[in-house]
């Protein structure tokens, strides 16, 4: 199947590949937490990561971003080594805590990744919009002097993800990052980021727990399958898009969801 | 279901549900506080009298328990000589508490960045920290005479060990995703220490540096216990040989006093620079 896959876009060749994984396998002592992936992520693609606990959904974000080495085969990101990348500020990564600096601002919050790194070589990119515009497209508009417990789990994720748009990366990789919000917020977020890939083109790999929340957001779900960890399958959503929230509740929707159930369910 | 199909993306009515829930909160503080100061306030008062009335009742002599109202007298008719006696024990304090925590949140550093460090002097930090105080100071008194030196050193002492266990654990309180983080932002190790790890820290500084505020004063009385001439603890000392009981309550009434005064500039310290914990 993946093979397949990779051969698929090898072969047609027309949409430049933002993150190529050949073969990468990641092992953790004598546990093997990924096993022989091998897939190719479109540029400007929005892809959603589904599949049971323990099938390396994080670790996969992890490789993809530099944090854990791959035991064998290869990852590229725009051609370049993962560490290529994270220097030149390929990618950025939203976390499932919000991981904010407590005592930084709003922001302060934003700036940060434009006060480090220099020493090892980052140049930091130039982005086409400020912090402050940043914290504005998230909606956050003045709340930038705020203290992280001053704000709600949902406005602090919403400066993580500006945060993470801050060096305009091409390649977005999210842990989870709505797992812990209240429905109505999840939904509202949802939405903002949606609009956000479609305003700045960027890549994003998306990691959920939720089967609704794959669907809505994805133009492709990947859903892994544990133990160990591998693909399963890749399953286009071909729901139009701008996608709204009553998408949900219809016919097509409920058929993918049902779909992705049962697939979960034999993972 | 507007809320949803707007693509604007404030979440509605926060901000205003928000304020309202502040008012109230700012009602409840403010009477919190008030009764946080009257009620004691009364016991203090209540227990004053009681004291008075109970000396004054049962005749104690003076000798023995002076009466409020004549340590109140004492305390401003000797005050030239309580004052006096205070600015050394000051100083000592102050200095020995900068000295101490000082060397506490070097080593801290060091542990943090070197375990082999850690693993070489921690069981050293132990053991000093179990000989009391009362014990080594004797010694250091012998050894580097009965001057200002003594005291910082015995103050230090007795300031270094909360704080160095403090430090080590506030430096290494850090999410293990912010340094995912900053792993991902190639940040160098003094990137992390300075933007990432020291400020976490501070919480657990300031609950060390608040107990330091305090014992830095023991430490200082106790140095001037067992060898000095000027200072609180030479004047309660000299008081109590003398009988001077008055007197005596007056200088415990300044120790306490200046216990509370570095007490009080530490969490006004801690207000100022730690915005972020309440």
């Known amino acids: 199947m993946s093979v397949n896959e990779t051969a698929q876009t090898q072969a047609t060749g027309f949409s430049p590949v933002a993150a190529s994984l050949k073969n990468a396998s990641v092992r953790f002592g004598s546990f093997t937490a990924i096993d022989n992936l091998s897939l190719d992520i479109e540029e400007g693609a929005f892809y959603t990561i589904l599949g049971p606990s323990g099938c390396g959904k994080s670790t996969m974000l992890r490789l993809v971003s530099d944090l854990i080495p791959a035991a064998s085969g290869d990852v590229r990101i725009f051609g370049k080594t993962t560490e290529e990348a994270r220097i030149a500020r390929e990618f950025a990564f939203v976390f499932q805590d919000s991981t904010l600096l407590p005592w930084r601002t709003a922001l302060a919050n934003v700036e940060l990744p434009l006060e480090m790194g220099r020493k090892r070589g980052v140049k930091i990119p130039l982005s086409d919009k400020s912090p402050m515009e940043l914290l504005e497209l998230v909606g956050l508009k003045g709340r930038e002097n705020a203290l992280p417990h001053e704000l709600s789990g949902g406005m602090r994720q919403r400066v993580a993800i500006a945060r993470a748009l801050v060096c305009k990366p091409k390649l977005l990789l999210m842990d989870e990052p709505f797992g812990a919000l209240d429905e109505m917020t999840r939904d509202h977020l949802n939405l903002q980021l949606l609009q956000i890939w479609k305003e700045t083109g960027v890549t994003i790999l998306f990691v959920t727990h939720s089967i609704p929340e794959a669907v809505f957001l994805g133009q492709k779900v990947l859903m892994l399958q544990a133990h160990p960890g591998r693909l399963k399958e890749i399953v286009d959503i071909d729901l139009p898009h701008p996608r709204q929230i009553k998408l949900r509740d219809t016919a097509p929707f409920t058929r993918y969801t049902a779909h992705l159930r049962e697939l979960l369910e034999t993972c | ?278």
């Open chain 2, 1 to 278: 279901m507007t809320m949803v199909e707007k693509a604007d993306l404030a979440e509605p009515n926060e901000s205003e549900l928000a304020a309202k829930i502040d008012a109230e909160q700012v009602r409840m503080e403010r009477r919190r506080k008030i009764e946080a100061f009257l009620i004691p306030m009364t016991t203090v008062v209540s227990l004053l009298l009681i004291w008075q009335f109970g000396v004054r009742y049962f005749e104690v002599p003076m000798y023995i328990a002076p009466a409020p109202s004549d340590v109140g007298a004492a305390l401003i008719k000797q005050f030239p000589l309580l004052l006096t006696n205070f600015w050394p024990t000051f100083y000592e304090s102050v200095l020995g508490f900068f000295v101490g925590n000082l060397a506490a949140v070097c080593i801290a550093v060091a542990f943090v960045h070197n375990k082999t460090v850690q693993k070489a002097f921690f069981p050293i930090a132990v053991f000093i920290n179990t000989i009391p105080i009362l014990a080594v100071a004797p010694i250091l008194i012998l050894i580097l005479g009965p001057g200002l030196s003594a005291k910082i050193v015995i103050v230090s002492l007795i300031c270094f060990f909360p704080t160095l266990v403090n430090m080590v654990r506030g430096l290494q309180a850090v999410s293990p995703q912010a340094l995912e983080l900053a792993r991902i932002l190639s940040a160098t190790k003094s990137e992390i220490f300075w933007k990432i790890r020291l400020p976490s820290s501070l919480p657990f500084l300031f609950s060390a540096l608040k107990i330091a505020a305090t014992t830095s004063v023991i430490g200082a009385i106790v140095g001037e216990w067992v060898g000095a001439d000027v200072g609180l603890g030479a004047l309660i000392l000299d008081s109590s040989f003398n009988f001077r009981a008055a007197l005596l309550y007056a200088t415990v009434f300044m120790s306490s006093g200046l216990s509370v005064i570095l007490f009080a500039s530490v969490t006004i310290a801690e207000r100022l620079i730690v915005r972020w914990h309440t």
